[in-house]
Structures are given as C-alpha cells and as structure tokens.
C-alpha cells in the first residue's frame, strides 16, 4: 500500500478528488436502464450480512420503485447530510420502525401444519415494508411511468454519518474509502442514522451498535468464495449485472471513464454534499403515446423528477447517452456503449489494480 | 440608662432578626451550593444495596444542581432534569452511592430505533492529585465512570475527554427503583481498585466526584447530558452536608451581628452618650 496519506498516490487523477488521508476509493456505477427489480442483490446482501441477530428490518442494499416513497418511507425528508456550501453538517431524524417496516409474521403453521384455507399472508396488519409501493409509479394510462431505484452506502468522500458520531467510531479505511462503524468503539448513540441523507446506517437493538454496507471488504480483500477478489454481492449476483465496480481514481477503468471522461454517471441527490461513490446511469424511456398509441415527442418520464433525484448534471448525462446511442445505430464505436454492455467480468470489476502498491 | 438599655434591646432584636434571615437565606435562593457531598458510616448489620433499604435514610443526602453539558451534539442544551440527590455510604470494604432524581417518563428500553433509555452516571478522578476536566476528564487526567441505564445494565469505563470511553470489566453492583416519578438508583463497587485504571476510594481524604443524567424519551445521550459541576465526597472527615452550609451563614449572621452592634455602639459614642 501507498505510504502516502494526504489523498491519494501521485498519480491520483486530477480531477478525482479523494477524501484526505484516502490512497484510493472503491465505487460502484449502476445503470439504471437493466435493473428489473428482482430484488436478488436485495437478499444476496441479506443472505450474506443481515440473517437475525436484531438486522431483520435491515436492507443494507435495498431496491425502491420511484417515483415513490423508498425504504425507509421517505427517507429523503428525513434530513442529515450538509449544508448547500458544504460546510455544515443538517440535522436529521431518525426513522420509526414502521418507517422500515416491521419483520412480519405469516400464517405458514396455519396453512401448511394445520390444514387452513386461508389464503398465505401477513398475521398482524402489515400497512407498510421496503418497496412497498413497488410498480406504483407515477403519471396516466397511456403514460404511466416508474423505474427501480437499488441503493447501497454510497461510501462517501464526504460523509455526514462520520462526522455526526461523537466518538470518531465510524471512519474511510485508508487503502479503499469504506466507511465502516468500529462496533467496539460504538455506543449506539446513533448520530450517525440522524446524519446520514441516505438513511443507510441501521441501529441493530439487541448489539445495541449501528451497523451498515461494508462494500463487501472481505470479498474485495480475497476473502470471498475460492479466496479469489469477488466484487461485492449485489453486483456479481444481479441477473442483468448492471452493476460495475472498481476504483473512481483508477484512470484505466470503467468508473472513471463513466463517471469523469464521458460524465455519463451521476450522483444521487448531490445537493446533500456528501460526495457518494455509487453513480447511476440515468433511466431512459419510452417516448410518451398518444391515446392512440403513436409516439409523441414528449419524454415519459419528467425531466424536472430526474433533476430532482440526480442534479442538474442529469441533462448532460442523457444528452451524451443519446448521442453515444445513435453512433451505435449509425455502426459506428462507442466506449460509452461498449462500457455499458460489456459482458466480460474482468471490465465490469476492476478491483486489484493497485495491489502492486 | 433607660436610653442606653432601649438601644440595646433594640440592637438585640436586631441582630436575632438578621440571624435569622441570614440562615433563612440560603433554604430561599440558594446562593450557593455546597459542594461537600457528606459521607455516612454503615454499620455492619445495615443494608445499602438496595434503594428502598430504610438504612439509607441514616445517610444525608447532598443536592447537586445539573446544567446541559457542553457538546456540539444537535439538541445538546435542551436536557431536562435539574437537578439529583446524592447520598454516601462506606463501609469497611464498599462505598455505595444512591443517587435519587425527578423524571416524568420512565424509559427503560432501547429496543427501537427511536428508543433511548434513562441513565446516570457518576464520575471520579483515576488519580486524585489533580481535578481532572470536567467534560469526561483529560488526556493526561482520567477519569473512572460508573455508568448505569435503565435497562439494568451497569458499566465502568475509562475516558481522558469527551468520546473516548472504554469499558473497563464492570466490578459494580447496581439496584434501582422508580416510584412517584422519581428514580433510585444505587451504585455500589470495593474500595479498592483492584487493578490500574481503577479509582482508589480513600480512607481518609476527600474525593472528587460529578454526576451526569439522561432522560431517554427526551433523546438524551452521549454528550447530551444534564451533568454537575465537581463536588467532592467528604471522605477527609471534614464538615459534614447540610450543616457545612448553614455553618457558613450561621458564622456570616454572627458577623453581621457583632458589626451591627460596633455600629450601633459607635453611633451612640458619636451622639456622646456616654
Ligand atoms: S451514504 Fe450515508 S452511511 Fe454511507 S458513507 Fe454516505 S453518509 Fe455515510
Ligand atoms: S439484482 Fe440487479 S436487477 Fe435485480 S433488483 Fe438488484 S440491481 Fe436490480
């Protein structure tokens, strides 16, 4: 590893800023245009990290249907994150369970020991639950519209949950950014639950810890199945592997070149300041129809919705997507494209490039 | 010598009326607090262990007042209890500590992610040789925490600032009650350290001591607190509780009396009564 600590090697990239005393950070680009909700990284993760032992509720890596209201409901006026310049740090609250939605209990005993009739469901009032509002949507017949949305910790350059824990017990690993809760120096004040925009640190009441994504660290250090380097979970077990993953400061890779040459990846609410390192390609679709079924020259989905979720850089993100598409059409090349549908696992994970160090 | 023997009962009557209000005082605006914290003997067939034990009621007790402690925490001014009574006890081998106070809510679980429970602490010096900082003590200065929650968990640590608690193996002992909307709350550990890091209750030399209270369902936790300035617990032997303080306004009353009655003389010698 690097010995350096003031941000990255020497050949850190100009225009990559890394957060101070970080060699190098993982990030994660997500298109947005092949997820189909399967939820399969959804219970990779919880398979993995989140069985019992207080992480029922718990979806480190959850998928939500937008337009709607995400897991935790509504987690976006909760609050946390900074200020517009970034300099201060906004105060945040924290969910009510029924916000994450309860673990519930269904009547298998009933229907399968005990002979019942009863159709297979919840026992207790099951009123809300991630991805509750799942196809929901928004908009009118002919032109209703809805995308998934897969969230994970966006392991921030700047990051809100760090900064709000009064006893320095989450922290950026040096050699890759994961921001990661030392569960013994945590106390459970959760701080970093009120501070985190994302809502993507969870108290666990029976460790009496917070507890968050760890991007996989044991994966991504060789620890993963046949002690190979494995991206993490959600990204290598996601059926239509639209999730790409390797380092924002390695030039040669798909992140930086998404993210930085082509600026094609955007940020989720980058208003919040925290700097995340998951980007998203932004969601493509259909042309509006008229009640007759032509296309019209109206986009489905609101321009103003995508800004909202992903800045204003979303325009220029479609614009390029566009264009790179027609060059397609047209036959010609388009690293963006070949980026995008590459079906070779050693382009979309990039993870041991700077093990040299 | 009628003049003169009016003049005397008056400034008699006086100087009663201004001891009277001088030690009245204090019960009235509490000017100042008394920052010994007396310490009672238990004797060997009494039972400190337990709040509701009537033995305690042989204790004093010392009212300690409580401010929202300094952190840059959101809400970090806005704690709500005032104040705790604190009452000592040591035997040959143990000190315990009752520490009783005013809270409407009884919040005893953290079960939920909204959840915080009630909590006391009590804070010592490591060293006594110099009075550490108040705010969780200092980095060359610790301080011994005993820390209880209303979940009945009880913890010693080991802090040097704010945010740098450790747990040390807990030796305590810890009982509670809350009836009437008030917690009791009874800490109880050996004299003896028993190990470094560990606060040596002395024999004969007084000890610093801060209390700091949580409120759960008020969001209190951490450095938000509703914690004491330094006292000490009068192990040294010297004046004890209540009496410390009005000892004080008693000498202070005696003051104004004599002064009273040098004025009262002078004015007459100034008159030429005499
Ligand atoms: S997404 Fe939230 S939890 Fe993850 S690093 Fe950013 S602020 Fe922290
Ligand atoms: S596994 Fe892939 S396609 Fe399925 S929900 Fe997750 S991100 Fe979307």
């Known amino acids: 590893m690097s010995s350096q600590s003031d941000g990255g090697g020497s050949d850190t990239p100009e225009d990559v800023d890394l957060a101070e005393g970080i060699d190098h950070q993982v990030a994660m680009v997500m298109d947005l245009n092949k997820c189909i909700g399967c939820q399969t990284c959804t219970i990779a993760c919880k398979t993995n990290w989140t069985e019992g032992g207080g992480r029922d509720y718990m979806y480190w890596n959850n998928v939500e249907t937008r337009p709607g209201s995400g897991y935790p409901k509504d987690w976006e006026e909760m609050g946390g994150g900074w200020t517009d310049d970034g300099s201060e740090r906004q105060p945040g609250q924290l969910p009510d369970k029924e916000e994450y939605g309860r673990a519930w209990e269904f009547n298998h005993e009933e229907i399968f020991y005990e002979g019942s009739d009863e159709p297979l469901r919840p026992m207790d009032g099951a009123e809300w639950g991630p991805n509750w509002d799942e196809d929901q949507g928004a908009g009118e017949y002919p032109n209703s519209y809805y995308f998934y949305l897969p969230r994970i910790c966006n392991h921030c350059t700047h990051p809100s949950c760090v900064e709000a824990c009064p006893r320095s017990a989450l922290y950026k690993r040096e050699e890759d950014g994961i921001v990661l809760v030392d569960q013994d120096r945590c106390r459970g004040y959760r701080y970093c639950v009120e501070g985190c925009p994302y809502k993507k640190v969870y108290y666990n009441s029976v460790t009496k810890n917070s507890e968050k994504c760890i991007f996989c660290y044991p994966r991504i250090e060789g620890e993963g199945p046949e002690g190979e380097v494995r991206a993490p979970s959600c990204a290598e077990d996601c059926p239509p592997q639209l999730r790409l993953v390797g380092f924002l400061d390695d030039e040669d890779g798909p992140i930086y070149k998404l993210v930085k040459e082509h600026e094609v990846a955007v940020r989720l609410h980058p208003e919040y300041r925290t700097e995340p390192n998951v980007y998203y390609i932004p969601p493509f679709a259909p042309p509006q129809h008229s009640e007759r079924g032509e296309s019209l020259d109206s986009e489905r989905i609101p321009r103003n919705y995508l800004e909202e979720l992903f800045g204003p850089e979303v325009n220029e993100a479609l614009n390029t997507i566009e264009r790179e598409r027609d060059k397609v059409e047209r036959g010609e090349e388009s690293e963006v494209m070949d980026l995008l549908t590459t079906e070779n696992p050693a382009k979309q994970y990039r993870l041991e490039v700077f093990d040299e160090e | ?274």
Do not use: C
Not at chain 2, 52 to 76: F, I, K, Y
């Open chain 2, 1 to 274: 010598m009628t003049m003169k023997h009016k003049e005397l009962t008056l400034a008699a009557a006086l100087a009663v009326a201004l001891v009277a209000t001088t030690v009245a005082v204090p019960g009235l605006v509490d000017a100042r607090p008394a920052y010994a914290v007396p310490v009672h003997e238990g004797g060997e067939d009494a039972s400190f262990a337990s709040p509701g034990s009537e033995d305690w009621d042989a204790a004093p007790a010392a009212t300690l007042h409580l401010a929202s402690a300094e952190s840059g925490l959101p809400n970090a001014s806005s704690t709500s209890v005032e104040q705790v009574d604190l009452q000592a006890v040591t035997t040959d081998d143990r000190l315990y500590l009752k520490l009783s106070w005013a809270d409407a809510t009884r919040d005893t679980s953290t079960a939920d992610v909204r959840q915080f429970a009630d909590a006391v602490a009590v804070q010592f010096p490591v060293n006594e040789s110099a009075r550490p900082p108040i705010a969780m003590g200092g980095a060359s200065n610790r301080v011994n925490v005993w820390f209880w929650r209303a979940d009945g968990t009880d913890q010693e640590l080991l802090a040097g600032g704010p945010g740098t608690t450790t747990p040390l193996d807990s030796t305590l002992g810890n009982a509670s009650r809350y009836e009437n909307g008030t917690w009791e709350v009874v800490l109880s550990r050996d004299r003896s350290a028993g190990g470094a890091n560990r606060t040596e209750i002395p024999e004969a030399q007084d000890l610093d001591v801060a209390v700091a209270v949580w409120n759960g369902s008020n969001g209190e936790r951490s450095g938000v607190k509703a914690a004491s300035s330094w006292h000490y617990l009068a192990l040294g032997g010297g004046p004890q509780g209540p009496p410390y303080e009005l000892l004080l306004w008693a000498v202070a009353g005696a003051a104004i009396v004599v002064t009273t009655l040098v004025t009262v003389e002078g004015v007459r010698r100034t008159r030429g009564e005499t």
